[in-house]
């Protein structure tokens, strides 16, 4: 089995920054990429920004330039910076973790992180 593990919220100002990190565990044979995704109240889970095993990122129109995803694929781990951060951004943000064992691939995902951005 495979854990992954979130951490970093909490509630922060408009303007202000916020650190998330998160690290996979257990049976992994391969670690294809990891990734961040959000869901608002009300709203369906969207997906934030994401790493891939090549190092390559990709980010939602939404927190280009503000965000910034980063990690060691080796050490299953990623993280997410978050600066300017705006109200729109509340959410609770989950980490996800493509792992591969000798057979086949599965997203495992985190138990999530509230993040809450108001004055």
């Known amino acids: 089995q495979v854990q992954v593990v979130e951490s970093g919220g909490g509630l922060v100002q408009p303007g202000g920054s916020l650190r998330l990190s998160c690290a996979a565990s257990g049976s992994i044979f391969h670690n294809n990429g990891m990734g961040w995704f959000r869901q608002a109240p009300g709203k369906q889970r969207e997906l934030v920004a994401t790493l891939a095993s090549n190092g390559k990122t990709t980010y939602a129109d939404s927190v280009k330039g503000r965000f910034t995803i980063s990690g060691d694929n080796t050490k299953n781990t990623v993280y997410l910076q978050m600066n300017s951060l705006k109200v729109e951004d509340t959410a609770v943000y989950y980490c996800?973790?493509?792992?591969?064992?000798?057979?086949?691939?599965?997203?495992?995902w985190g138990q999530g992180t509230q993040v809450t951005v108001s004055s």
């Open positions: 996800r973790a493509e792992i591969y064992d000798i057979y086949s691939g599965t997203y495992y």
